[in-house]
């Protein structure tokens, strides 16, 4: 590839709203630039990129039996209706009517298709398990598009879904795509970890994320070195220390003027941990009284997968229900139903006086007012691992990658994808659903491998594998090296970028570094005095300066190298 024929608009200043390390060296590398907001562009070194990903998916995909189908973007409404996901998906969802005005919809997700093409195809037990994929567009008017292509509105998905007789078949397709994603992950050189997730929207009995470390990324995972726990910290456990109690009697002391918990917790000259929040939650069944301990925050999915649907009251249905303001509420004397967090089952606690400017101080949970105790807290960096007890845990953000989902027959009940089984019998056909976002490895390899200068792309997804070019491109020695050597690279089995322009070196340096393949080869000035040429590793930057005919070799040594890192 020469550069002075491609389209590899490098910049020197990052993108003015960028925030992600991934966002600003993608579009300065010249890799994406944003057409409107989460709409990119995938320019030729981007692509290459996504080719790079998708193989490698393609080959791990094919590996476990997984058969490669391409389903429409475009969906009739029937189908959505069908599942249900029409009335409940919101504004996610693009949706549009043809000239007829026939509801349609832009394909978020291809759990409906897949049932309806099973409705149609498949008669028999004897044609299970079936694995189907596809590396298609999505379309999803995500709330907030943001950090480059890390969240962005029309998105490449790798989707597989498997189609079972019963639940031990799902399981073991299920554990064939955990085995897939951890190779697809391990070859594009990420560090990842596979962790419980909360299947969400997608229902279904069981779910996990493969999650990059990134500091750029949205989700935060709990993690605990002793036993190995891994999970979402939308439903992590774990488990607070606990405070040294004061030997205090039940009392209604006066809290004038005060709101939040650090504020009577100064007051009273007491940690926050003495002190009980108590939060009006509005679910389906009416409202109920929520409570986490002063120095914790409420995980609202934990709230909303024992409680349902929820939303957090209004002031004025606070006063209604509790007949005190914000700052003041409490659970003692209520009526409503009352959840508070495990850590609260023992000791004795500050809370709202339902009264406005008093507390009660001295409430022993499970005595003066009788909750369902449930995990509710977000976990935190250094609480105990809420699995084996013990070592605290470590909370670290990642970058989604993908997740896959046990479905069961959630899908396949509403759209009709049944089979007969041995005896003859209608079964629902099982149902798993399995996601990858390419774009989303692609920033993660950015976000884990580059330093101040640029890019440091591993070798199985960098666009190409040598950077060529000749320090003067006018001095026709320089130049004549460097185009034999683009060829003998070429047919050495290597994909090279030569940039052949007429620019400064320090120009095409600055470049080489920030689009950052794997090999650098240089011809130099010292060429022409020494018949050396430099080959280097944008690694670790380590130089060698090699006889013109060994260049080939140098580099063969040197990938070997580098494939393996
Ligand atoms: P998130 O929680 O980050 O919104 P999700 O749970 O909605 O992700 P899925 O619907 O399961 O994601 O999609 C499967 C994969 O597709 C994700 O793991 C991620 O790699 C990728 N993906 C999802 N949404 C986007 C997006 N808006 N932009 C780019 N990639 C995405
Ligand atoms: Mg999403």
Request: aromatic share 6%; hydrophobic share 40%; proline share 6%.
């Amino acid at each position: 590839m020469r550069w002075t024929r491609s389209l590899i608009p490098t910049l020197r200043e990052d993108p003015a709203d960028a925030e992600a390390v991934s966002h600003k060296l993608m579009v300065r590398a010249g890799l994406v630039r944003q057409l409107a907001a989460g709409i990119y562009v995938y320019l030729p070194l981007g692509q290459r990129v996504m080719d790079k990903i998708n193989a490698i998916v393609r080959e791990e995909m094919n590996r476990i039996g997984g058969q490669e189908v391409t389903l429409p973007v475009l969906h009739p409404a029937e189908i959505w209706q069908q599942s249900g996901r029409w009335q409940t998906i919101g504004d996610e969802m693009f949706r549009l009517k043809d000239r007829n005005a026939r509801d349609m919809c832009l394909g978020m997700t291809h759990e409906e298709v897949v049932a309806w093409i099973a409705s149609k195809g498949l008669r028999s037990y004897r044609e299970l398990p079936q694995i189907w994929y596809q590396i298609q567009t999505k379309e999803r008017d995500e709330a907030r598009p943001r950090s480059g292509v890390l969240r962005t509105r029309e998105f490449l998905m790798k989707d597989s879904y498997t189609l079972d007789l019963d639940e031990a078949g799902l399981a073991k397709a299920y554990d064939a795509h955990k085995e897939a994603y951890c190779r697809i992950f391990d070859r594009c050189g990420l560090r990842y970890y596979v962790v419980e997730s909360d299947p969400g929207m997608m229902g279904g009995s069981g779910s996990h994320e493969f999650m990059a470390s990134s500091a750029a990324g949205e989700d935060e995972v709990a993690l605990c070195d002793r036993c190995g726990y891994a999970a979402n910290v939308e439903l992590a456990r774990g488990v607070p220390p606990l405070p040294k109690f004061p030997a205090w009697i039940l009392e209604e002391v006066p809290t004038p003027n005060v709101r939040t918990i650090p504020e009577v917790a100064a007051l009273l000259a007491i940690e926050p941990a003495l002190t009980i929040k108590s939060l009006l939650y509005v679910a389906k069944t009416g409202p109920l009284l929520v409570l986490v301990r002063g120095d914790q925050v409420l995980q609202e999915k934990k709230l909303a997968r024992l409680a349902g649907e929820v939303r957090p009251g209004h002031p004025d249905e606070v006063r209604a229900e509790l007949g005190a303001p914000v700052g003041s509420v409490g659970p003692v004397g209520v009526r409503l139903p009352i959840i508070a967090d495990e850590s609260l089952r023992e000791g004795v606690y500050v809370v709202g006086a339902n009264k406005d400017g008093y507390h009660l101080k001295g409430v022993r949970p499970g005595q003066d007012f009788s909750p369902r105790f449930a995990d509710l807290h977000v976990a935190q960096s250094g609480e105990g691992c809420g699995q084996c007890g013990g070592a605290p845990l470590k909370v670290e953000r990642v970058i989604e990658v993908g997740n896959i989902f046990k479905l069961g027959t959630q899908y396949s009940v509403p759209l009709g994808a049944v089979v007969l089984d041995e005896s003859g019998r209608e079964r629902p056909i099982v149902m798993g659903s399995y996601g990858i976002g390419p774009a989303r490895i692609a920033a993660a390899c950015v976000e884990q491998r580059h330093d101040a200068d640029g890019i440091i792309w591993p070798w199985s997804v960098a666009p190409l594998h040598v950077h060529l070019l000749a320090v003067n491109a006018k001095d026709p020695e320089q130049a004549k090296v460097a185009e034999e050597l683009d060829q003998e690279l070429a047919a050495g089995g290597f994909e090279v970028l030569f940039d052949d322009r007429d620019e400064r070196p320090g120009v095409k340096f600055k470049d080489a570094d920030l689009i950052g393949l794997p090999i650098r080869v240089t011809v130099g000035t010292g060429f022409v005095k020494t018949g050396l040429v430099e080959v280097r590793s944008r690694k670790d930057r380590a130089e060698r300066r090699v006889a013109r005919r060994d260049v080939v070799a140098s580099v063969k040594e040197l990938a070997r190298e580098l494939m393996g890192a």
